[in-house]
């Protein structure tokens, strides 16, 4: 009240806003605070301590993207550190993760970079898929500390994701001589088989002192390994006990972000004017899986990466970071359409080379469909799917970002397979060709159904297409050690073995 009595009598003083505004924050109120802060910024004429305080307001609001604006006007006035990381962790938060690393880089000078920036450049360069330029960063923390065990296990993941599973192994156990205390090290030898490790990460996982990701490591690949080894009660246990070490940021309806931006899509495509958008004259095609993680999706990229001409970008999703920042506004996404293209695919040459047509796993891509058909004229979509309880299993078993809340729970992993396969519906419907691929009959007879596949995608059939490669580096995602036994149908069934399981934790006829 004293306040806003301060602001009616001097209204043009930025003080009494400012402390109003730190007033409304404190008290949760913030889409008021972020008014009040506005006011104050123009009021003090852009004062960098003032806009400071204004960005972060507009990120409790749920709106980074605004506060990215706002963090660069004060780059504009004070490029320190401090607010480069600031605006780093902003566009992080709109999902502009190529912007985000860039802004990251530039908060040190390379000679003087601190040890976490350099891990956390190289770990934002493995969620771009860029993992020539997370190997760089990754190199130099370990020549300049080749007991950093972090750098380590990352070494043997880029390793893994390139194809090479033994290196990645050999370089596992030999990390594990000198560390076999570390929990992160003993999660990874046991998602590797190895059994020396399963005491550590067991005391680990149930540690309640360790932080909940060492924890969810832990747990998720000692069920991993009991399920491997024929141990359902045990597998199950370790899954439920991973799943409940998630930080708590699941609401009461996780897939409604997913709806939104399906909604504002397919309105967006319906409305953008065709001929503006007109790029069935590139050179360069778009090959786009869009079928729910755990269902094909990563043996199906590298089997169409062999072929000539073709090159994986394992699940790049640039496009995620500019796309849903346009769909209220149609007539302007379909004017930056080519410079969006261009841009896109000047980045995938940049990553993996030149090709006549490039194949990107992104999850969410699933969302904009249509869109994605406009940026890259000409470009054909692939949606995987299978058996409803081994997706269910799958994803129950597997540890996610938090882009997906929703593989918390069974009875939230049946909506998301639900609301994804209604979403490939309605892009039909809509206009845009998803040809299904049906994996449990493909390992059944890849032979058949591969060729049919190809075929109907305008491509050569080959035969080798179907061949195990050990060194097939194309498919550089979290499924890079089972896409390596090739294609085989011992994966399936596995939800039926739990389907007593499943029903007891919720999952409806």
Not at 341 to 365: E, L, N, W
Not at 439 to 461: A, C, N, Y
Request: hydrophobic share 45%; net charge negative; glycine share 6%.
């Amino acid at each position: 009240m004293h306040l806003r009595a301060a602001i009616k009598a001097e209204p043009k003083e930025p003080r009494w806003h400012i402390h109003l505004a730190q007033a409304l924050t404190k008290h949760q109120r913030f889409d008021e605070a972020e008014g009040s802060f506005a006011a104050a910024a123009e009021l003090s004429n852009g004062h960098s301590a003032v806009l400071m305080q204004w960005a972060k307001s507009l990120r409790l609001t749920g709106r980074p993207a605004d506060a990215s604006q706002v963090y660069a006007r004060v780059l504009q006035q004070n490029p320190s550190p401090k607010v480069w990381l600031a605006a780093s962790e902003a566009l992080t938060e709109a999902r502009d993760t190529i912007n985000a690393a860039f802004a990251y880089e530039k908060a040190f000078p390379e000679e003087a970079r601190p040890e976490f920036a350099t891990a956390k450049l190289a770990d934002m360069h493995i969620t771009l898929g860029n993992y020539d330029k997370a190997k760089q960063f990754n190199t130099k923390l370990r020549t300049e500390n080749p007991d950093n065990v972090e750098a380590g296990l990352r070494e043997a993941n880029l390793a893994r994701w390139d194809g090479d599973i033994d290196g990645a192994k050999a370089l596992l156990l030999s990390l594990w001589e000198d560390h076999s205390d570390h929990a992160g090290l003993a999660a990874a030898l046991v998602e590797e088989g190895e059994g020396i490790a399963v005491a550590l990460a067991t005391e680990a996982a149930r540690d309640e002192a360790l932080p909940l990701e060492t924890r969810r490591r832990c747990a998720f690949t000692l069920c991993h390994f009991m399920d491997k080894s024929g141990e359902m009660d045990a597998a199950w246990d370790w899954a439920v006990l991973a799943n409940s070490l998630y930080p708590d940021m699941q609401t009461p309806d996780n897939l409604a972000p997913l709806r939104d931006m399906l909604d504002k899509a397919v309105m967006a495509y319906d409305l953008m004017p065709d001929a503006e958008v007109d790029t069935s004259s590139r050179a360069t095609k778009m090959l786009y899986i869009v079928g729910p993680p755990r269902s094909g999706g990563s043996l199906l990229q590298t089997i169409l990466s062999r072929h000539a001409g073709a090159r994986s970008v394992g699940e790049r999703g640039a496009l995620m970071s500019f796309l849903p920042q346009l769909l209220d506004n149609p007539e302007k996404l379909a004017a930056q359409i080519e410079q969006l293209a261009m841009a896109d695919i000047a980045g995938m040459t940049r990553s993996v080379g030149m090709a006549d047509f490039f194949i990107d796993k992104t999850p969410h891509y699933f969302l904009l469909a249509g869109l994605l058909e406009k940026v890259h004229g000409g470009a054909q979509f692939i949606a995987p799917h299978r058996e409803f309880k081994d997706m269910a299993v799958s994803l129950f078993f597997h540890e996610f970002g938090i882009e997906f809340p929703f593989t918390r729970s069974i009875t939230d992993i049946q909506d998301y397979l639900n609301f994804h396969e209604a979403a490939i519906v309605r892009w039909r419907e809509a206009g845009v060709d998803i040809w299904p691929h049906n994996h449990d009959r493909f390992v059944v007879d890849p032979m058949t159904r591969g060729q049919k596949l190809i075929e109907s995608l305008g491509l050569t059939w080959d035969e080798e297409l179907l061949e195990d490669q050990d060194s097939d580096g194309a498919v550089r995602t979290f499924s890079a050690r089972q896409v390596r036994g090739g294609v085989t149908p011992k994966f399936k069934g596995r939800g039926e073995r739990y389907a007593d399981y499943l029903i007891a934790a919720g999952l409806r006829d």
